[in-house]
C-alpha cells in the first residue's frame, strides 16, 4: 500500500547522493576557512615584520639623532672618536646622550652604541645593536647585543660632512690622528639597508649640534 511505501526511508543512492552533496559543501567551507586562515596568519606576520622595521629605524634614528661630541676610552685604553667607523667588528660606533636612568643608578646618561650586521642563531643575516653599561670601558667590560633587524641583506652607512661631501668612512685619518683636540662629528648621516620583504630602505638624518661632552 501506498502507507507502506512511506514507510520504507531513503533509499541507498539517495543516501549517497546526500552523503556526496555534504562531502562537496563540507570541502567547500574548509577551503574558505583554510584561506581565511592562511591569509590571517599572513597579515600578522606581515605586520610583526613590519612593527620590526619600523621598531629597527626608530631605534637608529634615535641614536643617530641624539650624538654628542664625546669621544670614549675603550676597554684596551685606546681612544675612540664619537663617531666612527674604524672600530673593528662594527660598521657604525657612535655616543649617544639621553640614556634612560629610570631606577637612578650611578651612572652617566650617555651611551656608546655599536651596530653591526652578523648571522643569529637562525643564520638570519641580522642587524644588531651593541651597548655598553659604561661610556668608557674597563678591561673586563662586554657590551650587551639586541637583535633589531633581521633578513638584512646590507647595511651601509654614508657620512654627510659640514659642506655637504660624503663619504663612507669617519673620521678621516687626520681626524683620527688627533681625537683628543679635534672632535668632529658629521653634519649628517644617511643610512641605507636592504631587507627581505621590503628592498631598499634609506634615510637622512641630520645631526644636531650638541656640545655636552661631560660624562
Known amino acids: 500500500s501506498s502507507k507502506k511505501h512511506n514507510q520504507q526511508g531513503f533509499t541507498l543512492l539517495e543516501v549517497m547522493i546526500a552523503i556526496a552533496i555534504f562531502s562537496v559543501i563540507a570541502l567547500g567551507c574548509w577551503q574558505v576557512l583554510d584561506r581565511v586562515t592562511t591569509t590571517k596568519s599572513r597579515m600578522e606576520q606581515q605586520s610583526a615584520q613590519l612593527r620590526e622595521l619600523q621598531r629597527g629605524l626608530w631605534l637608529l634614528?634615535?641614536?643617530?639623532?641624539?650624538?654628542?661630541?664625546?669621544p670614549i676610552r675603550n676597554s684596551i685604553g685606546e681612544q675612540e672618536?664619537?663617531?666612527?667607523?674604524?672600530?673593528?667588528?662594527?660598521?657604525?660606533?657612535?655616543?649617544?646622550?639621553?640614556?634612560?636612568n629610570p631606577l637612578g643608578e650611578k651612572r652617566s646618561t650617555l651611551q656608546r652604541v655599536g651596530y653591526q650586521t652578523e648571522p643569529d642563531e637562525e643564520g638570519n643575516n641580522t642587524l644588531f645593536r651593541y651597548y655598553w653599561p659604561v661610556i668608557d670601558q674597563a678591561p673586563d667590560t662586554e657590551p650587551h647585543r639586541?637583535?633589531?633587524?633581521?633578513?638584512?641583506?646590507?647595511f651601509e652607512v654614508q657620512f654627510i660632512d659640514n659642506q655637504g661631501n660624503?663619504?663612507?668612512?669617519?673620521?678621516?685619518?687626520?681626524?683620527n690622528e688627533n681625537i683628543s683636540s679635534n672632535h668632529i662629528i658629521p653634519?649628517?648621516?644617511?643610512?641605507?639597508?636592504?631587507?627581505?620583504h621590503y628592498g631598499e630602505i634609506e634615510r637622512t638624518f641630520a645631526i644636531r649640534s650638541i656640545e655636552e661632552e661631560s660624562s
Open 81 to 100: 672618536a664619537a663617531v666612527t667607523t674604524l672600530v673593528t667588528g662594527y660598521t657604525l660606533s657612535l655616543t649617544r646622550n639621553g640614556w634612560p
Open 166 to 175: 660624503v663619504s663612507f668612512h669617519w673620521p678621516e685619518k687626520s681626524d
Open 61 to 70: 634614528a634615535r641614536d643617530i639623532r641624539s650624538i654628542v661630541n664625546r
Open 146 to 154: 639586541q637583535a633589531i633587524l633581521e633578513n638584512v641583506d646590507y
Open 187 to 196: 653634519a649628517g648621516i644617511r643610512i641605507r639597508l636592504n631587507v627581505s
